[in-house]
T-cell receptor, first 112, second 112 residues
Framework: EDKVVQSPLSLVVHEGDTVTLNCSYE??????LLWYKQEKKAPTFLFML????IEKKSGRLSSILDKKELFSILNITATQTGDSAIYLC????????????FGKGTLLTVNP | KAGVTQTPRYLIKTRGQQVTLSCSPI?????VSWYQQTPGQGLQFLFE???????NKGNFPGRFSGRQFSNSRSEMNVSTLELGDSALYLC???????????FGQGTRLTVV
């Protein structure tokens, strides 16, 4: 089955905390794993991961992929209230079967 | 560089009508994919176009259709609207099937 599972579904933290968001996926036709942040309308692209074990970083955000265990994590350090959003991960099947299969997302709330 | 542009931003239609939504991808991007987002189902893949050809279609009824023009702009059409079609419709563009996908602001469709 074509499934992406994110956990937790929601998370409430205080500013300054570090959070880890999880995403597991099924392997059929895997091309890459993408992370997005959605605040109001458009999901904003964060990372695309294709290779195992290589961490991608952007400021306080980082992500890594484990292709053997079929999961990815998104870490946010020193959280700020502006990090409050839904974080979505998506599996890209690529090629002529291109589509993004999304998880349900993790709703992150960062309180001051 | 302009981002992905979707028009209109908001639409209200009555049951039984049809609607056409438009998406202009980032310049140079040839892949356009469409997604429906609802609170219950999350983001679900509708279809993907590359160089004017539909390459993949999600699990939606035939009332949902689309096309892509030679300039890569895409339209999706929903005929015989139902109340359950109320959703945020998002399109994403990417350079190729294996590259990052960037989303537009979406069209909020309300069917009454």
């Amino acid at each position: 089955e074509d499934k992406v599972v994110q956990s937790p579904l929601s998370l409430v933290v205080h500013e300054g905390d570090t959070v880890t968001l999880n995403c597991s996926y099924e392997v059929t036709n895997f091309r890459s794993l993408l992370w997005y942040k959605q605040e109001k309308k458009a999901p904003t692209f964060l990372f695309m991961l294709t290779s195992s074990g290589i961490e991608k970083k952007s400021g306080r955000l980082s992500s890594i992929l484990d292709k053997k265990e079929l999961f990815s994590i998104l870490n946010i350090t020193a959280t700020q209230t502006g990090d409050s959003a839904i974080y979505l991960c998506a599996r890209n099947s690529g090629g002529s079967n291109y589509k993004l299969t999304f998880g349900k997302g993790t709703l992150l709330t960062v309180n001051p | 560089k302009a981002g992905v542009t979707q028009t209109p931003r908001y639409l209200i239609k009555t049951r039984g009508q049809q609607v056409t939504l438009s998406c202009s991808p980032i310049s140079g991007h040839r892949s356009v994919s469409w997604y429906q987002q609802t609170p219950g189902q999350g983001l679900q893949f509708l279809f993907e176009y590359f160089s004017e050809t539909q390459r993949n279609k999600g699990n939606f009824p035939g009332r949902f259709s689309g096309r892509q023009f030679s300039n890569s702009r895409s339209e999706m059409n929903v005929s015989t609207l139902e109340l359950g079609d109320s959703a945020l419709y998002l399109c994403a563009s990417s350079l190729a099937s294996g590259s990052e996908a960037f989303f537009g602001q979406g069209t909020r469709l309300t069917v009454v």
